[in-house]
């Protein structure tokens, strides 16, 4: 999806810090909990598990809850946002116990009803996303892709950064259900999955730090150069 959550290679958002040797998982043990019920949260709204529509909350959370309140916050926002509309949680219900457990006196939202309907072809929890497929990939190891340009209204992980761009097929990977469809409950769809190596330049031009980088692509994200 084309918004605040597709930062990769966008200038003006500073340098990209390393990881600490002695960098705890959690930082704080809110941070924890926050994890913990973010995946049982999202669990109890889709019916199983679905890491893609997951993503796809957090990339429509409003641009200030997914920046101000830090990486495990949007978690928390994300979460929210799914029972919500799944019907787990009457909208309001979570800021109104919050405020009350702080002493306040509000009457708060009775429980609705569910939609059975939120998430209809949920996998089962644990069933994990490699797939097998029964057509041979498309592309092979060394070839010269382009990644396509197209914008996409709903969820995908088709970079930005990457789009219309040049890269080599590095190896073939595992096939995996399709993010794009899984995100809306729309089916698996698996795909092969490719290992692609852009330079540095290619993505952002000749003044770039001289590196490559390789991300793995659906197959229908790719097309032919020529």
Do not use: K
């Amino acid at each position: 999806m084309d918004g605040i959550a597709d930062m990769g290679g966008a200038p003006g958002w500073g340098a990209v810090l390393p990881r600490r040797p002695d960098e705890p998982v959690f930082e704080e043990p809110w941070q924890g909990r926050a994890f913990a019920l973010a995946l049982l949260s999202s669990r109890i709204a889709c019916g199983g598990y679905n890491p893609d529509a997951f993503r796809h909350a957090l990339e429509r959370l409003d641009p200030a809850l997914y920046l101000d309140d830090g990486y495990f916050g949007r978690w928390l926002h994300g979460a929210e946002l799914m029972l919500t509309e799944s019907a787990t949680l009457a909208v309001g219900a979570i800021d109104a116990r919050a405020r009350n457990l702080r002493g306040e006196h509000l009457q708060e939202p009775p429980p609705p009803v569910p939609r059975p309907d939120y998430a209809p072809t949920a996998a089962p929890v644990g069933a994990g996303s490699l797939r097998s497929v029964d057509t041979a990939p498309v592309f092979v190891p060394g070839e010269r892709v382009r990644a396509r340009a197209r914008s996409v209204p709903g969820h995908t992980r088709l970079p930005g950064y990457v789009r219309g761009h040049i890269g080599v097929v590095e190896r073939i990977q595992p096939a995996s259900v399709l993010p794009d469809t899984n995100a809306h409950f729309l089916g698996e769809n698996p795909e092969h999955v490719y290992s692609v190596r852009f330079d540095s330049a290619e993505l952002w031009g000749a003044d770039a730090a001289p590196f490559a980088l390789t991300v793995e692509m659906y197959e229908s994200y790719l097309e032919t150069a020529s």
